[in-house]
């Protein structure tokens, strides 16, 4: 069966960086859009990041130049780097991935289970 698993969440101080990793595994198909996806406390879910394979990464305004997003194809896992963070990135992270162009997912076909982020001020 199709999973994701991301590793890599935790604790740091603000100002600190830390990498998530997705992992994929039991697709039989390519995955063509892969994100990240963050809940933060009281606060509604929203899309950090998307990554195209062959294509464009797309950022949410609070996150750029901070977070980079990237994708290695064969090991079919995908990171978020997230530098300077900050407070208010203290949130749930997910991944997610579709199989269509990122331009026609409105919601990911699959999902991980999430990592926690916790930034202190």
């Known amino acids: 069966a199709e999973q994701l698993v991301e590793f890599g969440g935790g604790s740091v101080q603000g100002g600190g960086s830390l990498r998530l990793s997705c992992v994929a595994s039991?697709?039989?198909?390519?995955?063509?859009?892969m994100g990240w996806y963050r809940q933060r406390p009281g606060k509604e879910r929203e899309r950090v990041i998307s990554i195209e394979r062959g294509g464009d990464t797309t950022y949410v305004d609070s996150v750029k130049g901070r977070f980079t997003g990237s994708y290695e194809y064969a090991k079919s896992v995908w990171y978020l780097e997230m530098n300077s963070l900050k407070p208010d990135d203290t949130a749930m992270y997910y991944c997610?991935?579709?199989?269509?162009?990122?331009?026609?997912?409105?919601?990911?076909?699959?999902w991980g289970q999430g990592t926690q982020v916790t930034v202190s001020s």
């Open positions: 997610a991935a579709d199989s269509r162009r990122c331009g026609l997912v409105k919601d990911f076909s699959f």
């Open positions: 039991g697709f039989t198909f390519n995955l063509y859009c």
